[in-house]
């Protein structure tokens, strides 16, 4: 299973990381599944010349900016659309600047790929959008937690194994 780990990263305090290095630990080590997160992917398909110095083409050279963002977002929408099994969505702040999460949640949604939303904010302070396009939104990361483990957790995926083993008899 590949999880991938949507929420704001341009304008997001820390760079939309903190959230991301704290649940990837668990979506790896205990429930065994692979994990994208784009925030520390900074390389994906760019060059050493791209990388260094895109965010500065922005304000000096806005068409190789585009050029290489579109890249980025080629890349990111192809790996929802291909490789993700789920996507988790962390959305904290009511007022943060995010281009990419809702057109991702989009693509999944479309895709009929589960999206699953952690907020601590309130349901009228969310996009219905975004709202629209999540299956499931959870008030912690905690919460997040446990229903995965409920659903992905290694005896959960044992049991279903065996089930189907048998069924397949």
Not at 34 to 44: H, I, L, S
Not at 117 to 125: D, N, P, W
Request: a neutral charge.
């Amino acid at each position: 299973m590949l999880a991938y780990l949507c929420g704001p990263i341009e304008f997001a305090n820390g760079g939309g990381k903190m959230w991301r290095q704290k649940l990837t630990p668990f979506l790896r080590d205990q429930l065994g599944h692979r994990v994208y997160d784009p925030a520390e992917d900074e390389k994906k398909n760019l060059t050493d010349e791209e990388v260094a110095h895109f965010r500065e083409w922005k304000t000096t050279d806005t068409e190789r900016f585009r050029r290489v963002v579109r890249k980025i977002i080629q890349f990111d929408l192809d790996l929802i659309e291909n490789k993700a099994d789920y996507v988790v969505c962390f959305w904290s702040d009511a007022n943060v600047q995010s281009g990419g999460t809702s057109a991702e949640l989009t693509l999944a949604y479309r895709k009929g790929i589960p999206v699953y939303m952690v907020t601590e904010l309130s349901i009228a302070q969310v996009s219905g959008w975004m709202l629209a396009c999540a299956d499931q939104v959870f008030s912690s990361v905690d919460e997040l937690k446990s229903f995965l483990s409920s659903r992905f957790g290694r005896e959960k995926q044992t049991q279903l194994w065996k089930e189907n083993h048998l069924r397949l008899r």
